[in-house]
């Protein structure tokens, strides 16, 4: 019975190999599919991505223009409200709220002796 059984697995097996060989190929031939739409997509959101920036670019242009002009007047500004807080201490937790000062550590309590 081992003879017939061998014999008639002996014979089904190139036609196996030839199955798993197309199953492979397939599987190839999809993977390739996927990846070339994954790069389409990929490149076409590229692309109307960098239209759409540059449509924006002008307006982000003059953003950073108007920020500029106005930089030195926000840093003097700046500089007033700290002188500001040094004259007042009751402003000045509000410029520690906002990073404008560090606070100043906690004094150590005195010891009695």
Known sequence: MN???SSASSSDLPQQVAALQ?????????????AATSVFVLWYQ????SKELEAFRPQA??????????ALAIQNF???LVSFGTTHPAFR???????LVENPAAPAALQAP
Request: proline letters at 2%; a positive charge.
């Open 61 to 70: 242009v003059q953003v950073i223009q108007q920020y500029q002009k106005n």
């Open 3 to 5: 003879d017939t059984e």
């Open 22 to 34: 197309r199953q492979v190929f397939l599987l190839l031939v999809a993977l390739i599919v996927v």
């Open 78 to 80: 700046e500089k007033q």
């Open 93 to 99: 937790p509000i410029l520690i709220k906002y990073g």
């Open 46 to 49: 590229s692309r109307i991505a």
